[in-house]
Structure formats: C-alpha cells, structure tokens
C-alpha cells in the first residue's frame, strides 16, 4: 500500500484524498497483500526462484513472507529446485569444484543449503 500510496503522491497533494481511495480499494479487497504476495510467490516459483530468495523479494517489498514455505510443500520446492538445476546443468557434480559451482548457483537462485545439499548428494549418488 505504501508503493501505491507514494506513486499517487507524484500525482497529487491531495492526501487525504489518496488515503480515502487507499482505504476504499483495501475495503472492496481490489488491494490485498495476501492475495499480492501469493501470486508473487508463485511467479517466483516458475521462474525457478528458492524459497529464500523469494523471503528477500517480499521483504523488498514490505510483504508478509510468513507464507513462502506454506505455499508449496517440500516435494514441490524440491521439484522446483530439480528444474533450476537442469535449466543449468547438464551432468550431476563430478567432482568438488563442479559440486561446489552447482551448489553456488542454486544458493543464488534461493535455495536453502540443506535442500541444496540433500539434492545434489543424490544426484552425485545416482548410477
């Protein structure tokens, strides 16, 4: 709301008239932060974004972040994480420097380091 609130205030002076269409809109539920912040988290997701990653977006934009881990199950961020990495990579981690180089990129996407580690300690342990 504060976003809104600020790009109205480039327009007009007139802040009590900004603060009364803010309010009507909140009122009519055309403004939700839940709704705003759910559909963030989603886009986030199919753009191969990790849970933590997502927190920092919403934390930037003054968002509740409480429902990031909700929002998907662990299968699901697992499954998310699973498709970042393909998009990248081709083989799974040979050796320490390509675990390393794997493990540093999807730390960048978002991902905790535990699922990072449990993914990629499969992957290396596939036949």
């Avoid at 699901?76 to 083989?91: H, I, Q, V, Y």
């Amino acid at each position: 709301m504060d976003e809104l609130k600020k790009k109205l205030l480039q327009k007009s002076d007139d802040i009590e008239l900004i603060c009364s269409v803010i309010h009507a809109l909140i009122t009519d539920r055309f403004l939700d932060d839940a709704r705003l912040a759910d559909l963030l988290i989603q886009a986030k997701y199919r753009q191969g974004l990790g849970p933590e990653r997502i927190k920092r977006l919403l934390q930037n934009k003054v968002l509740s972040h409480e429902d990031v881990h909700s929002t998907f199950n662990e299968n699901e961020w697992r499954l998310g994480l699973a498709m970042t990495w393909s998009k990248r990579f081709t083989e799974k981690p040979s050796d320490n420097k390509s675990y390393a180089q794997q493990a540093r990129y999807l730390q960048y996407r978002g991902f905790s380091f535990d699922q990072i580690n449990r993914f990629l300690r499969e992957k290396h342990e596939e036949q």
